[in-house]
């Protein structure tokens, strides 16, 4: 390989014959050196050299000789002979080969040369990569004092020299190949020629070197892969096999007797499709086939295969069409065994259907007060979300002081199976006939009971094998703390290991069941409270009428009569007795008003009209009008805001208006009093205001207030029965709302109540 030329070294070379044409050597050189710097020759050729900061193409050269790696390599037989023949050639005493880098000049070989290695700065190989150009040097005695500073030179006595750069295939100056003697001659122009040649030789035992290195590196790391692909094969967790058009199995891997159970030698020249499932077998024979005459690598294929043992495992696999390598053919296939993920996938599809099924039975038992219906169709959803013959809900009962039994109250069969919970259970069967007491302690104690029929007890097992249950759990049902029976998977088809998600999801339905049936008796306590309750509201209200009449009429005869001895008597009785008439005249007609106001109390509920769209503006205006002389003698000031129309009984709404004027009048401090009525809209409601400037009371009474004939003040101070505001509560409650009130004493009171709206 002939490197590429980068100058015109004959322009330096002294040749021989006639003296008449002037080489271009020693002061030439020097001139042509101290053209390209103005300062010492070596330091500016040091400075470009060895700064590659200065010099763009130095970061590409060195890159160049690093490639090589032959910086620091012992000696090479290759290299020593073309330094012998160098010297040989041009009749020199002593030859030598450098390699030049960042800070150095490296000897690879050399004949009659011990050094290994010089700074750069002021070397002959740095001189050549600096210049790019072959130099020769006829006498250096004669020579420029740059040429003379030369570390050859001055330290070694080199009279005469002549170099030449190597060249790297790419243009890049890596080194020198020169010759030196201790007189001063010239070369020739043939060995000047010979010794550019040898300097290409040594380019291309380079090349010949980097390539036979980056062959075997390619072999050793050739070699490595196919360690690591036979580990791989031979120990990894994936079986590989190779597999001819025919389904016929050429190669299978070890990994194959770890996960199926054959030897692979036992696999080898049988046809693998005879394994796969019987459902599964048409769809991968399909994948196959097309990967057949599909170049490239196929798509994952999901299949069971059957192991050595008989049973299936789950097989995840690629298949490589191998049709395009020479001495391949078939197709590669890279199983996995995938059948933990694949169960976990069902499972996870399962837990989904039953927790899908548990939601909706929780729905259907929820939804109305009755559980009893549509219960056998959502528990047949959760039995085939769970895949299971029966699921059924077991009630335990004890009738008449008789033994405790259990009765299948509702259950579910799949197609296929006959139900025989009944035909055992129907009619219920004592627990101790059924030999059962353990199944009640665990589920009396919230533990659920679950297992293959043949490992429970003798006489457990008897019932289950009655029952055509091959494998059951159940879970309790508890209604008010109490176990109240339980609902159970059973599986008829064989045996079964129970997961958690399974008897959680059970846990699930006998908590939601157990809800239900609370529920239900709740309500029917509720539906029986009401009964009762509509039962003493009519007591009530006969009792009420009863007030209303046969007490007042008598209370009106006192009082009358009472009247009547006060009027008669007047003047005649001591000062005493005339009291003491005064007295009852006044007790008789305060319980006269505290019977009016006990009847108003029972008749909200009972005598109450359906709330209404009322204008409160218009029920306001009434009761100022009832009020007018009490709001003239008190001097106060009434006045409210736009109010709005609210859904209220009006004869209602009239009577807790009239009562919170009347109290806030009543109330009333030495200033002159002053009320307002106000309402503001507050999320769907009307919030309703009556402010005063009245005595106010303390702010931990603000409840007591509303209490039956609880009074802050006497009733010398002020008159009333304490009943006003428990009328106001019980009116506004029935309405839906709520009342209260805000004061500081000698701050005035407001109380705020608020109502429906009444629409448009």
Same mark, same amino acid.
């Given at each position: 390989m002939?490197?590429?030329k980068?100058?015109?070294?004959?322009r330096?070379?002294a040749?021989?014959?006639?003296?008449?044409?002037?080489?271009?050597?020693m002061?030439?050189?020097?001139?042509l050196?101290?053209?390209r710097?103005?300062?010492?020759?070596?330091?500016?050729?040091s400075?470009?050299?060895m700064?590659?900061t200065?010099?763009?193409?130095?970061?590409?050269r060195?890159?160049?000789?690093?490639?090589?790696?032959?910086?620091?390599t012992?000696?090479?037989?290759?290299?020593?002979?073309?330094?012998?023949?160098?010297?040989?050639?041009?009749e020199?005493?002593?030859?030598?080969l450098?390699?030049?880098?960042e800070?150095?000049?490296w000897t690879?070989?050399?004949?009659?040369?011990?050094?290994?290695?010089v700074?750069?700065?002021?070397s002959?190989?740095a001189?050549?990569?600096?210049?790019?150009e072959?130099?020769v040097?006829?006498?250096?005695?004669?020579?420029?004092?740059?040429?003379?500073a030369?570390?050859?030179?001055?330290?070694?006595?080199?009279?005469?020299?002549?170099a030449?750069?190597?060249v790297t295939p790419?243009g890049?100056?890596?080194?020198?190949m020169g010759?030196f003697?201790?007189?001063?001659?010239c070369?020739?122009?043939?060995q000047?020629?010979?010794l550019?040649r040898?300097a290409?030789?040594?380019?291309?035992?380079l090349?010949l070197r980097?390539?036979a290195r980056e062959l075997?590196?390619a072999?050793?790391a050739?070699g490595?892969?196919?360690?690591?692909?036979r580990?791989?094969?031979?120990?990894?967790?994936?079986?590989?096999t190779l597999i001819?058009?025919?389904?016929?199995?050429?190669?299978?891997?070890?990994? @194959?007797?770890?996960f199926?159970?054959?030897?692979?030698e036992?696999?080898?020249?049988?046809?693998?499709?005879?394994?796969i499932?019987?459902?599964?077998?048409?769809?991968?024979?399909?994948?196959f086939?097309?990967r057949l @005459?599909?170049?490239?690598?196929?798509?994952?294929?999901?299949f069971r295969?059957?192991t050595?043992?008989?049973?299936?495992?789950w097989?995840?696999a690629?298949g490589?069409?191998?049709?395009g390598?020479?001495?391949?053919?078939?197709?590669?296939?890279v199983?996995r065994?995938?059948?933990r993920?694949v169960r976990?996938e069902?499972?996870?599809r399962r837990r989904?259907?039953?927790?899908?099924a @548990?939601?909706?039975?929780?729905e259907?038992l929820?939804?109305?007060?009755?559980?009893?219906?549509?219960?056998d169709?959502?528990?047949?959803a959760?039995?085939?979300?769970?895949?299971?013959?029966?699921?059924?809900?077991?009630?335990r009962r004890?009738a008449n002081g008789?033994?405790?039994c259990?009765?299948?109250e509702?259950?579910?069969?799949?197609?296929?199976?006959?139900?025989r919970q009944r035909?055992l259970m129907?009619?219920?069967?004592?627990?101790e006939?059924?030999?059962l007491?353990?199944?009640r302690a665990?589920?009396e104690a919230?533990?659920?009971?679950?297992?293959?029929a043949?490992?429970?007890?003798?006489r457990?097992?008897?019932?289950l094998?009655?029952?055509?249950?091959?494998?059951?759990?159940?879970?309790?049902v508890r209604v008010?703390?109490?176990?109240?029976g339980?609902?159970g998977?059973?599986?008829c088809?064989?045996?079964?290991e129970?997961?958690?998600?399974?008897v959680?999801?059970?846990?699930a339905?006998?908590?939601v069941?157990g809800?239900?049936?609370?529920?239900?008796?709740?309500?029917?306590?509720?539906?029986a409270?009401?009964?009762?309750?509509?039962?003493?509201n009519?007591?009530l209200?006969?009792f009420a009428? @009863?007030a209303?009449?046969?007490?007042?009429?008598?209370l009106?005869m006192v009082e009358?009569?009472?009247?009547?001895v006060?009027?008669?008597?007047?003047?005649?009785?001591d000062?005493?007795a005339?009291?003491?008439i005064?007295y009852?005249?006044?007790?008789?007609?305060?319980?006269?008003?505290?019977i009016?106001?006990?009847?108003?109390?029972?008749r909200?509920?009972?005598?109450g009209?359906?709330p209404q769209r009322?204008?409160m503006?218009?029920?306001l205006?009434?009761?100022?009008?009832?009020l007018?002389?009490?709001?003239?003698e008190s001097?106060?000031?009434?006045?409210?805001?736009d109010l709005?129309a609210v859904m209220?009984?009006?004869?209602q709404l009239?009577q807790?208006l009239?009562?919170l004027l009347?109290n806030?009048?009543?109330?009333r401090s030495?200033?002159a009093?002053?009320?307002?009525v106000?309402?503001?809209?507050?999320?769907?409601?009307?919030?309703?205001s009556?402010?005063?400037?009245?005595?106010?009371l303390?702010p931990?009474?603000a409840?007591?207030?509303f209490?039956p004939?609880?009074r802050l003040?006497?009733?010398s101070?002020?008159p009333?029965?304490?009943?006003?505001l428990t009328l106001?509560?019980?009116?506004?409650?029935?309405?839906?709302?709520r009342?209260?009130?805000?004061?500081r004493?000698?701050?005035?009171a407001a109380?705020?109540?608020?109502?429906?709206e009444?629409g448009d």
């Amino acid at each position: 390989m002939r490197p590429a030329k980068v100058g015109r070294p004959a322009r330096l070379a002294a040749v021989e014959g006639s003296a008449k044409p002037r080489p271009r050597g020693m002061g030439d050189l020097a001139r042509l050196l101290r053209g390209r710097s103005t300062g010492c020759p070596c330091c500016a050729l040091s400075d470009a050299s060895m700064n590659p900061t200065t010099t763009a193409n130095e970061t590409q050269r060195l890159a160049a000789l690093h490639r090589y790696q032959i910086l620091d390599t012992p000696r090479e037989p290759a290299f020593d002979s073309l330094a012998a023949l160098t010297a040989l050639v041009c009749e020199a005493p002593s030859s030598i080969l450098c390699f030049v880098d960042e800070s150095r000049s490296w000897t690879k070989a050399g004949v009659n040369n011990e050094i290994l290695e010089v700074p750069r700065e002021g070397s002959v190989a740095a001189l050549v990569v600096a210049l790019r150009e072959s130099i020769v040097v006829r006498d250096t005695g004669e020579a420029a004092p740059e040429i003379q500073a030369l570390d050859a030179v001055a330290r070694h006595g080199v009279r005469s020299f002549a170099a030449v750069p190597v060249v790297t295939p790419d243009g890049h100056v890596i080194g020198a190949m020169g010759v030196f003697d201790r007189r001063p001659r010239c070369l020739s122009a043939s060995q000047l020629a010979a010794l550019e040649r040898l300097a290409q030789q040594v380019t291309t035992r380079l090349e010949l070197r980097r390539h036979a290195r980056e062959l075997e590196e390619a072999q050793a790391a050739l070699g490595r892969s196919e360690r690591r692909f036979r580990a791989l094969v031979e120990h990894g967790s994936d079986i590989v096999t190779l597999i001819e058009p025919d389904g016929i199995a050429a190669f299978v891997s070890p990994a @194959v007797e770890r996960f199926l159970g054959y030897a692979p030698e036992e696999l080898l020249g049988a046809n693998l499709f005879g394994l796969i499932h019987p459902e599964d077998v048409d769809r991968v024979v399909a994948a196959f086939a097309d990967r057949l @005459v599909r170049p490239g690598i196929g798509e994952p294929t999901l299949f069971r295969f059957r192991t050595r043992e008989g049973d299936w495992r789950w097989l995840e696999a690629i298949g490589t069409n191998a049709g395009g390598e020479a001495d391949v053919l078939g197709m590669i296939v890279v199983a996995r065994d995938v059948t933990r993920r694949v169960r976990a996938e069902e499972a996870l599809r399962r837990r989904e259907a039953i927790l899908a099924a @548990v939601s909706c039975l929780a729905e259907q038992l929820l939804r109305g007060a009755a559980w009893q219906p549509g219960l056998d169709q959502a528990l047949g959803a959760l039995g085939e979300a769970a895949g299971v013959t029966r699921v059924y809900v077991c009630e335990r009962r004890r009738a008449n002081g008789g033994p405790e039994c259990l009765v299948v109250e509702h259950d579910w069969v799949a197609a296929g199976h006959r139900a025989r919970q009944r035909d055992l259970m129907r009619n219920g069967v004592p627990l101790e006939e059924l030999g059962l007491e353990r199944w009640r302690a665990r589920l009396e104690a919230g533990e659920p009971v679950q297992g293959n029929a043949r490992d429970f007890p003798r006489r457990e097992r008897a019932v289950l094998q009655a029952l055509a249950i091959r494998s059951m759990a159940a879970v309790p049902v508890r209604v008010g703390g109490e176990w109240w029976g339980f609902v159970g998977f059973g599986e008829c088809r064989g045996e079964r290991e129970w997961s958690a998600a399974e008897v959680d999801a059970l846990r699930a339905v006998g908590n939601v069941l157990g809800a239900a049936v609370e529920r239900q008796q709740m309500q029917e306590r509720l539906e029986a409270t009401v009964t009762e309750l509509a039962r003493s509201n009519a007591e009530l209200e006969e009792f009420a009428y @009863v007030a209303s009449h046969d007490l007042q009429e008598p209370l009106r005869m006192v009082e009358s009569y009472l009247a009547l001895v006060q009027r008669r008597y007047q003047g005649k009785l001591d000062t005493s007795a005339e009291e003491f008439i005064a007295y009852a005249l006044d007790g008789a007609q305060r319980m006269r008003q505290l019977i009016r106001d006990l009847l108003a109390i029972s008749r909200v509920e009972t005598r109450g009209r359906a709330p209404q769209r009322t204008e409160m503006g218009a029920v306001l205006a009434e009761v100022l009008q009832d009020l007018a002389e009490t709001v003239r003698e008190s001097g106060a000031a009434v006045t409210h805001g736009d109010l709005p129309a609210v859904m209220a009984d009006g004869t209602q709404l009239r009577q807790v208006l009239q009562n919170l004027l009347s109290n806030a009048i009543k109330f009333r401090s030495e200033a002159a009093c002053r009320v307002s009525v106000d309402a503001e809209r507050l999320d769907g409601e009307w919030l309703v205001s009556v402010r005063d400037n009245g005595i106010g009371l303390p702010p931990q009474h603000a409840e007591r207030i509303f209490a039956p004939f609880q009074r802050l003040h006497g009733r010398s101070e002020y008159p009333g029965t304490g009943i006003g505001l428990t009328l106001c509560r019980k009116i506004i409650e029935r309405h839906g709302g709520r009342i209260w009130v805000e004061s500081r004493p000698g701050e005035g009171a407001a109380f705020l109540f608020t109502l429906p709206e009444g629409g448009d």
